[in-house]
């Protein structure tokens, strides 16, 4: 199969697809040849409340079918709005005494909050009481919050398609738009909950806020959350399996046939929907070019997020033949010619529950 790099607009992510040597190593290659999304964070100080997650996993699974087979490669300051001096939607969250940047971040109202927030059910906390909101690849929206309520918040990434971890945090903000005729005004504190596709560590708790005009907008109180929960089963693959300690390293040659059947490469949610929808395109396709009366099947999956120095990259595909048990796991992550450290994490596999023999049916 030759390989390529698809670009499906951010419902399917950036995809690459190409053979590895053997199902026992990385294919960085591969994954080095996707554009991956910008590292982006949550607007701050705007009119709306929310941005409500659009991102639909049956579009994401229909579009990675579709690019599964052969196919051709495809500043912190802000500009003043035209809205000056009018007011800005009012948080719910303490305002500092003093009001200044400073006050903000040495009050004990919002490291109090955080300290001793809730971790909610099938979530664990990966950071606490950070000064910076999260600002990494694969930000899928925002809500505001009546109050520092992280379970509140866990009910919204678990109603959204794709979300695998959220932020939350209070933000001082302006309480009118910032301009020549109020350029430091009284800030007003919303607390906000934004959602990711992907893992959030502290070290991606790096936005730190923005000046506009004499206003400075910071970050305090910040938690972040995970899920631990699998991912979905889908329909005609048995799974997932109980979470695998590492990438499949599977042998070169199983009865004379290399099992491994090649990779893709989501820069987007995890969302193993796609690989099993690629995983049934790809056996589709090779059925249908057949030429000697037998093809390579995918009958077996495994899905895991790929990170770069403990920046998740994206939700990397791995297909075969057949079968591997989690005995075979064992491949936690490698370097590349750089230095950089290629870590495994999240990963599952998922099994055909009626497994294809990869023979050409009579006619």
């Not at 400075?216 to 979470?243: E, H, K, L, M, W």
Request: glycine share 8%.
């Amino acid at each position: 199969m030759k390989g390529s790099i698809i670009l499906a607009g951010f419902a399917a992510g950036l995809a690459a697809a190409a053979p590895a040597p053997s199902g026992m190593s990385l294919d960085l290659a591969a994954v080095k040849a996707v554009q991956i999304p910008a590292p982006t964070a949550a607007p701050m100080a705007v009119t709306a409340l929310s941005a409500v997650p659009t991102y639909n996993t049956a579009s994401a699974a229909s579009a990675a079918a579709a690019t599964a087979v052969p196919t051709a490669a495809g500043a912190k300051m802000i500009k003043r709005q035209s809205d000056d001096c009018q007011p800005l939607p009012q948080g719910a969250g303490p305002v500092a005494s003093p009001d200044t940047a400073a006050g903000f971040l040495a009050s004990s109202n919002y490291s109090y909050a955080a300290n001793d927030a809730d971790i909610p059910q099938g979530y664990s906390q990966s950071f606490a009481n950070a000064q910076g909101s999260v600002s990494a690849s694969y930000y899928m929206g925002y809500y505001t919050l009546n109050s520092y309520d992280t379970v509140g918040c866990a009910h919204y990434c678990d109603a959204a398609d794709g979300c695998m971890s959220f932020n939350i945090f209070f933000e001082r903000d302006p309480s009118v738009n910032p301009a020549d005729a109020c350029p430091n005004p009284s800030s007003t504190v919303p607390i906000k909950c934004t959602l990711w596709g992907m893992p959030i560590n502290a070290a991606m708790a790096n936005n730190d806020g923005q000046w506009r005009e004499q206003f400075q907008v910071v970050i305090a109180g910040s938690n972040g959350y995970v899920s631990t929960a699998p991912p979905p089963s889908y329909g005609n693959f048995t799974g997932p399996s109980d979470r695998l300690g590492g990438a499949i390293q599977a042998p070169l040659s199983v009865n004379g046939v290399n099992p491994y059947e090649g990779m893709d490469f989501y820069a987007g949610p995890y969302d193993p929907s796609q690989c099993a929808a690629s995983c049934q395109a790809k056996t589709a396709y090779a059925a249908e070019t057949a030429s000697n009366g037998a093809y390579q099947p995918c009958n077996f999956f495994a899905a895991y997020v790929l990170s770069e120095n403990n920046v998740p990259q994206g939700m990397y595909c791995a297909y075969y033949n057949q079968p591997f048990d989690r005995s075979y796991a064992q491949n936690n992550g490698q370097y590349d010619a750089q230095g950089n450290y290629y870590s495994v994490s999240q990963a599952y596999s998922y099994t055909l529950t009626a497994q294809n023999s990869g023979e050409v049916a009579s006619s």
